[in-house]
């Protein structure tokens, strides 16, 4: 076995940080209107639309991965979205990962915010409203800090579901180094070209990561139940 | 004159609401009924946390009717709900604070002033989770009131709370009543409740109002469920002359005649309620010469109702003429047919019980 680890084990990690955050990001920006609607709106279809937000987790990462080729692609809207800049599809390329991404992370956000803003009921709303405070203003003052948990937890999942993610990655991203190669797609090819030394490094990474995340979350989780008590 | 004026009609949830009454706008309206009568809801409507169908205005000013509908934010309100429904994150000081117009619009309600009427002083760097339920529903009345409202809401603010609490927090909302010039709208399904804060009273049954107006006007009404009920009292206005230092039997007037009265120190012209259970005034022809009842008044019997457990209550109009305050009185039918009691026979009403229900308030 050689011990020699390749330096370019760093570019996959920094793309895949890169990518979880902005994905991170978007996604509290885009998660967080849809997950108060949710939790508030009295719409009979409402569960309709919690049920399409939910399907990555039960979707094979491959079919959502193959409609989003199809869509990001020169034919698809995506390509039209990428003429505008000259460029002739947004498959295998960062901004087509960070897309992918987002859908695919997306009940991972939307459903512990959901679940806070449930949670915290209609009450601390209504007082506040009896307290002269507009819409906007309770929002921001009441309801966030209510739901920060539920916010911390779904950044936290969010993230890390994105820098765990293969089979959509690959599917619309491939493995250009650099552009779309992110870590477990450089495991995969790591393990293809037999650089056992850089896969184990990689892979014993991602179990000290996941780990840290799982703790993390538990201890979020324990002091949510302790303050609600 | 000002008044609060409510009409909403409609179905919220699987429940049909139809009220409708106008209140001056001042001292305590309670909104009286059992459990489930749609007093909460009427109280929502008002806020604007609920929307039916209708009308309400508050002193003039229109909160909703045909074409407008004013946002909960809008509306000059304080809401105190059954539980206190503090911020969690936020510490009592800060939770007083939340809804104050801060220093360019502060009102005529000040922080410290409420602060000491609250007695909540030590509590304010406290954070919520740590007060006791009383704590909890006193900072919860100061915060409502520290954002300067036109109208109190008050939704069974005591009922989630044991005996011992409750009576912690009456006096602090019979000082708020005394020292704040604030119509209140008070709900609640405990008659003792009302019968120390009220003003006026709103009567509901089924989701719809029975009756509205004061309190021991509706108290003393044969045609409503009040005076027939098992408890039933009248509360009577009244103003301290003079007390026996010797024994501190207190002589107290209303309209009509005197009420003698053990009780602690009082202070020569105030204005105290006095509550006189039916149960508790029993009828003669003459006037005893020998009793332990020191309280027996001249009345006469107004209007009488029999009841289905052969007993009579009877409405008193005390004074030789009739025309001073109101008492309620019940009997026995025996007793009634052995009298010859009836309609306009003037009486000795003789009072077994008189209860002082609230504290003092200086002539007005």
Sequence with gaps: MNLHVSADIWQPIRLTLELAALTTVILMLVGTPIAWWLARSRAWWKEAVAALVAIPLVLPPTVLGFYLLVALGPSGPGGALASLWGARTLAFTFPGLVIGSVLFSMPFVVQPIRNAFEAMGEKPMEAAATLRASPWRAFWTIAVPLASPGFLTGAILGFAHTVGEFGVVLMIGGSIPGRTKVLSVAIYDYVETSQWTEASVLALGMVVFSFAVILTMMLIEKKMTKSTS | ?364
């Design chain 2, 1 to 364: 004159m000002s008044t609060v004026k409510v009409d909403f009609r409609g179905t919220l949830g699987r429940f049909e609401l139809n009220a409708r009454f106008e209140v001056p706008a001042r001292g305590v309206t309670a909104i009286f009924g059992p459990s489930g009568c749609g007093k909460t809801a009427v109280m929502r409507c008002i806020a604007g946390l609920n929307r039916l169908d209708g009308m309400c205005s508050v002193a003039g000013d229109v909160w909703q009717d045909e074409k407008t509908f004013r946002p909960v934010h809008q509306r000059p309100i304080g809401y105190v709900f059954q539980e206190a429904n503090l911020f969690p994150h936020l510490s009592v000081r800060r939770n007083l604070m939340y809804g104050h117009p801060g220093k360019a619009g502060a009102g005529a309600i000040g922080f410290d002033e409420i602060v000491g009427l609250l007695g909540i002083a030590r509590l304010l760097e406290r954070s919520p989770r740590h007060l006791s339920g009383g704590e909890r529903q006193r900072v919860a009345i100061g915060r409502a009131l520290l954002s300067q409202p036109k109208l109190l809401l008050m939704d069974e603010p005591l009922s989630a709370l044991d005996q011992m609490t409750k009576d912690e927090i009456l006096p602090y909302l019979e000082r708020l009543h005394a020292a704040l010039v604030l119509p209140i709208l008070y709900i609640s399904h405990d008659i003792a409740e009302v019968e120390r804060l009220a003003d006026q009273l709103v009567l509901m049954r089924n989701g719809a109002v029975l009756a509205s107006g004061p309190l021991s006007e509706l108290q003393s009404d044969l045609s409503l469920p009040l005076a027939l009920s098992r408890d039933a009292a009248v509360s009577l206005d009244a103003t301290v002359l003079k007390q026996d230092a010797a024994d501190g039997m207190a002589t107290l007037e209303v309209g009509g005649g005197y009420f003698l009265v053990p009780a602690e120190p009082l202070t020569l012209g105030t204005r105290r309620r006095l509550r006189v259970l039916a149960d508790d005034v029993s009828l003669a022809l003459e006037t005893p010469s020998r009793s332990t009842i020191v309280n027996v008044l001249r009345a006469r019997i107004l209007e009488i109702r029999s009841q289905s457990d052969h007993r009579v209550t009877a409405l008193l109009g005390l004074g030789e003429d009739g025309q001073g305050a109101r008492l309620l009185s019940r009997v026995t039918q025996r007793s009634w047919n052995e009298l010859g009691l009836q309609q306009g026979l003037p009486v000795y009403a003789q009072v077994k019980g008189v209860a002082l229900v609230r504290r003092e308030e200086p002539l007005a």
